[in-house]
């Protein structure tokens, strides 16, 4: 195999890349080129202005952290960050102050918001970006897109006694970061997705590929709303290449993040199983050959296997890049020839 796409959103999409780069160039996954090329096409569901700046956490998340940017410890925005500019809007009284914008984080999105103001499409300004964070360690072999060109915003929907509908709506930005996802979401609204066209090359990417992989992403708002792209589901469906996911629920929640709240949101029950099964089997009109479970759902394959899906179950901590690339290697060889 030589082609690789990856439906990415931001920490456990970008951790997962990391794994799977690091078993590319140490040649350990099965049956793919140690010179393999890998496209990412991430989330921009997340996306947000604010303070004037155009921001992308998710293209950011990934960009940082396979460019060695990324603070690890957080998970998001740039290492060694300062806090200067946060302080002095805050000192204006100028909200929201609960959204972090570090003083390196900030160069980034003033970048890519003057490209943005000047007419270039976001999949132009993010391959700017990547000259600087990817082209130095990966030249041409790893291409990051965004889903979309398009502006489309993840809403949620949450209870509020005095609205008159008794619900208020929320950037999907304020739930997790003002809100960090303890109230319940009633609806998760993508708004402008049924209007976005995908982003140039996206359907190529998967339709081209040997491999497409699902990573232990969320599977609401990373992965669901890439594949909510209109024609991005149908080319997974569709294409030629065989199809992988790992389950970012583990032991019946997520590791890190708003899975659990997401799918309840959704009506999807919260098991490795389900979320598998919500994806569904391409024999079956859904988007995956094969779904990768944690060892301690490996009671839950046989479900699967009922669904019409390839299913094992491997270690899916991502502890560190040779634990990661392990499971990329089962997750590939889940679904290769002889499997
Ligand atoms: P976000 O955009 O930053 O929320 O990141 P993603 O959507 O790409 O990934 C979030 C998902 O990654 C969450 O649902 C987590 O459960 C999952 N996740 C994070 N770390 C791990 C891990 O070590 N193993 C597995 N299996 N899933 C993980
Ligand atoms: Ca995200």
Same mark, same amino acid.
């Given at each position: 195999?030589?082609?690789l796409t990856?439906?990415?959103?931001?920490?456990g999409?970008a951790? !997962?890349?990391q794994?799977l780069?690091?078993?590319?160039?140490a040649?350990?996954?099965?049956?793919?080129?140690d010179d393999?090329?890998?496209?990412v096409?991430?989330?921009?569901?997340?996306?947000?202005? $604010?303070?004037g700046?155009? @921001?992308?956490?998710?293209?950011?998340?990934?960009? *940082?952290?396979? =460019?060695d940017g990324?603070?690890?410890?957080r998970?998001?925005?740039?290492?060694?960050?300062?806090?200067?500019?946060?302080a002095?809007?805050e000192? *204006?009284?100028?909200?929201?102050?609960w !959204?972090?914008? =570090?003083?390196r984080?900030?160069?980034t #999105?003033?970048v890519?918001?003057?490209?943005?103001?000047?007419g *270039?499409p976001?999949?132009?300004v993010t391959?700017?970006?990547?000259r600087?964070?990817?082209?130095p360690?990966y030249?041409?072999?790893?291409?990051l897109?965004?889903m979309?060109d398009d502006?489309?915003e +993840? #809403?949620?929907? /949450?209870?509020?006694?005095?609205a008159p509908s008794?619900?208020?709506?929320?950037h !999907?930005?304020?739930?997790?970061v003002?809100? #960090?996802?303890?109230?319940?979401?009633?609806? $998760?609204?993508?708004?402008?997705?049924?209007?976005?066209?995908?982003?140039?090359?996206v359907l190529?990417?998967?339709?081209?590929?040997?491999? $497409? $992989?699902?990573?232990?992403?969320?599977?609401v708002?990373?992965v669901?709303? /890439?594949? =909510?792209?209109?024609g991005?589901?149908?080319? @997974?469906? +569709? +294409?030629?290449?065989?199809v992988? %996911?790992?389950?970012? /629920? @583990?032991g019946?929640?997520h590791?890190?993040g708003?899975a659990?709240q997401?799918?309840?949101?959704v009506?999807?029950?919260v098991s490795?199983?389900?979320? %598998?099964? #919500?994806?569904?089997?391409?024999?079956?009109? %859904?988007?995956?050959?094969?779904w990768?479970?944690?060892?301690?759902?490996?009671?839950q394959?046989?479900?699967?296997e009922? =669904?019409g899906?390839?299913a094992?179950?491997?270690?899916?901590?991502?502890?560190?890049?040779?634990?990661?690339?392990?499971?990329?290697a089962a997750?590939?060889?889940l679904?290769?020839?002889?499997?």
């Amino acid at each position: 195999m030589k082609k690789l796409t990856v439906l990415s959103g931001g920490m456990g999409g970008a951790r !997962f890349l990391q794994g799977l780069l690091h078993g590319i160039r140490a040649g350990i996954l099965p049956g793919v080129a140690d010179d393999a090329e890998v496209t990412v096409v991430a989330n921009t569901g997340d996306d947000w202005w $604010v303070h004037g700046l155009k @921001v992308c956490p998710d293209l950011d998340t990934v960009m *940082y952290t396979l =460019g060695d940017g990324i603070d690890l410890e957080r998970g998001w925005g740039r290492r060694e960050e300062t806090w200067s500019a946060k302080a002095e809007l805050e000192a *204006y009284g100028v909200e929201p102050t609960w !959204f972090g914008l =570090g003083d390196r984080d900030i160069a980034t #999105h003033l970048v890519r918001t003057q490209l943005v103001e000047a007419g *270039y499409p976001l999949s132009a300004v993010t391959q700017a970006l990547c000259r600087r964070w990817l082209s130095p360690t990966y030249g041409e072999a790893l291409r990051l897109l965004p889903m979309t060109d398009d502006r489309v915003e +993840t #809403h949620v929907a /949450i209870a509020d006694p005095e609205a008159p509908s008794g619900q208020r709506v929320v950037h !999907f930005q304020e739930y997790w970061v003002r809100l #960090h996802a303890r109230v319940p979401a009633e609806a $998760v609204v993508f708004v402008g997705l049924e209007q976005a066209s995908p982003a140039p090359g996206v359907l190529d990417a998967i339709a081209d590929a040997d491999l $497409v $992989v699902l990573p232990p992403s969320n599977p609401v708002v990373s992965v669901g709303t /890439i594949l =909510g792209v209109p024609g991005v589901r149908d080319a @997974v469906r +569709t +294409t030629t290449a065989k199809v992988v %996911g790992l389950s970012p /629920i @583990v032991g019946g929640t997520h590791v890190r993040g708003m899975a659990a709240q997401m799918l309840t949101s959704v009506g999807v029950e919260v098991s490795a199983a389900a979320v %598998g099964l #919500h994806y569904g089997s391409r024999t079956r009109g %859904g988007v995956l050959d094969g779904w990768l479970v944690d060892e301690r759902d490996a009671d839950q394959v046989g479900r699967l296997e009922d =669904g019409g899906l390839r299913a094992a179950a491997a270690p899916l901590m991502m502890t560190d890049h040779d634990t990661t690339a392990a499971m990329a290697a089962a997750a590939i060889a889940l679904v290769g020839e002889d499997a």
